[in-house]
Each structure stands twice: as structure tokens, then as C-alpha cells.
């Protein structure tokens, strides 16, 4: 069993510099349009309040929690490789797909293990490997999506994060699911470029074997690798569909599926199926990547303009063009409370008609 190094005080939770860097944030989190913007300036900040090693900052997507993007300078591949793997293939504690359904915003390895890292099959094979000791886990959320995630580790011979410092953190997490939801939200959808959908071929070690041109063209304006060899959706999605032909992922875990931004504001859908040969064993991976439609939409732009269950449930059949007295009888709801539910879903949105609405979420 191994001994948590001792604890230390962290007067710095209470300093200047922590209040300054929490209001920072939060500040920027109400009036930032860019989400890597934010996630960067978040993750530098909280690096000058407490102290770690590297990690590893993303943009996911809000349902499957799988990565959409990479902020952070120097990445290094070996490890991001191994802690991606080890997430989607190893049961282990503290996996991000389980927090967040869980809706757990901040903890520690230590939590976890209560103290002993040997439980955990991440600390024995690459915490130690690495001298990395505590582990902080954080995922920025709003509601049931989480819109970015983290994950940074203390040298194996520093002291673990205490108390004060989980506390701190847990009073930034959300504020950054707050502003990544807003700067997505201030963003209006845009119609996705006219290009068709392309295909990319992966071996049954994870090389690329095979691309389309199209695949080419949508990879040319995803967003930054962080100087990954391959970009995180693509690799993700294809891990997970592995993960779930090999029967490694959890039965409740996350579609290969991602949804993203590309640079010129269209959203993009990447998914991911595993190949297998006559034998039925899964020897490569073919990852799509197409234009998001309507029903791939839906229930992310609902997430990023923070709709209800019953909001939803409203624009859905807006969207198919019933009238008002048509959508309270099939939801069994008052004409009244449909326009109420009209009222507020046109204010989150930022549109004043249905043919608005309807551009919304194209």
C-alpha cells in the first residue's frame, strides 16, 4: 500500500492570487466567444494557483464526453496515448465517461482509492512509470452535459491536493462549463460546406491506413491537435468503437460518437464502426465524417442553449410544423402552456419566430 505523502497547508486557496484568478475566470466565462480560448486562459490560471505537472485540457462533446479538441502546449503523445486508451479499454476508477454520469465536477485519485493508488490500475501502470502521484480529475458541466474535461497529476515525492484546493476547484469547474455552454450558444449555427462525407480507414493498431479526400478536407478545418499526430475526435471515436467491438467498453458507455465545430461554424458529425473480418474479429476501424443533420443537432444545440426536457420536447415538434393546438394535444399540455414554452425556448435561442428557430437548429 503505498503512503500518501504528507499534508500540507494551502494558505495560497485564500490569497489574493486565488480570489483574483476565480473572478478572472468567471469573468471571462460571462463574455468570451471562443471555448479553446477560454478552456486555455482556465487552464493557465489554475496552473498558477495550484501547482501540478501537465495534463490534459479538452472540449468534448456534451453527451458522450468523448474529445473534440486539445488545449495545451507541448502535448506529449506517448502519454495522452496510454491515458486515452487506458480510459476507454481499462475499468478503472475516476473514468471520465463515469463521472459524468455521475455528474461529479472535481475529485482525486485519492478520493477514489481512499489514499491507496495501488487500487488503481492507471496509477500502477502509467502514474508510476511516470512519477506521478495524486491525480486531480475535473469535468466542466452544466446540467446533464459536460462541455470539457481535465486532467493534471502532482510528482510521485509532492504532497496530494488537500481539501482547500478541491474546495477552490469545485467553485471554478462551474463557471467554465458556464462560459464553454455561453460561447457556443453566442455562435450561431452555420450551414456545413457543401462537401460530402468522407471515410478514414484505421489498422488494428490505430494508424491511418486509408483516408478520402473529403476526410482530408474536413480534417484540414477541425481544431487543433495540439501537435497530436492524429486529431482526438478522430482518434476517440475510433478507440471507442474498438473498445465496443472488443466488448472492453462498459455496457452503459458512450456511442462512438462525436459532434464538433469546425472553423468555418457548420457543426460536424464523426462516428466510428469497427471492421471485421470472416472470422468476426475487428482488425480496422472506419470513422465518418459528415455534416451534422438535424436529429445529430437537436439534442446538443438543446444542451448548449440550456433548453428542459419539456422545452425540447416543444421544439421538436415545432421543427416538424404542428400547429400550437396540434403540439398540446400530442403532449397532452394546455395551448397556454405551449406558448409558454414557446415564450421561453424563443428567449434561449435568441429568435422571435418559428422560421427562426427553425434556422437555429438546421
Known sequence: MRRAPAEVASPTMKSTKAAAARAAIASLAGDVHDPLELLDEARRRIRRVIPHEGGGWMLTDPRTVLPTAVVGEGADLELSLAF??????????????????????????????????????????????????????????????????????????????????????????????????????????????????????????????????????????????????????????????????????????????????????????????????????????????EPADRAQLLPLLADVHGLTARERDVVELLLTGLATDEIAGRMRISRHTVRDHVKAVFGKVGVASRAELTAAFA
Open 84 to 289: 486515452m486508451t487506458h480510459e476507454l479499454f481499462v475499468p478503472d476508477v475516476n473514468r471520465f465517461g463515469d463521472l459524468h454520469r455521475r455528474r461529479v465536477a472535481v475529485t482525486t485519485l485519492h478520493e477514489a482509492t481512499g489514499g491507496d493508488y495501488e487500487l488503481s490500475p492507471r496509477y500502477r501502470e502509467i502514474h508510476l512509470p511516470h512519477n506521478l502521484g495524486d491525480e486531480i480529475r475535473m469535468l466542466f458541466r452544466t446540467g446533464d452535459a459536460t462541455w470539457g474535461i481535465a486532467c493534471f497529476a502532482r510528482g510521485e515525492d509532492h504532497p496530494g491536493f488537500d481539501d482547500d484546493e478541491l474546495a477552490w476547484l469545485r467553485s471554478v469547474a462551474p463557471e467554465i462549463g458556464r462560459g464553454l455552454r455561453l460561447a457556443l450558444a453566442r455562435r450561431p449555427a452555420e450551414p456545413a460546406p457543401a462537401w460530402e462525407p468522407g471515410m478514414i480507414v484505421l489498422d488494428a493498431a490505430g494508424r491511418i491506413e486509408y483516408t478520402t479526400g473529403a476526410a482530408d478536407r474536413w480534417l484540414a478545418h477541425m481544431p487543433t491537435d495540439a501537435g497530436l499526430q492524429m486529431h482526438p475526435t478522430v482518434m476517440g471515436v475510433a478507440m471507442q468503437a474498438r473498445a465496443e467491438a472488443l466488448a472492453a467498453a462498459p455496457k452503459h458507455g458512450a456511442p462512438a460518437q462525436a459532434r464538433l465545430r469546425v472553423d468555418t461554424g457548420a457543426w460536424l458529425y464523426v462516428h466510428a464502426a469497427a471492421l471485421r473480418d470472416t472470422s468476426g474479429a475487428p482488425v480496422r476501424t472506419a470513422v465518418m465524417l
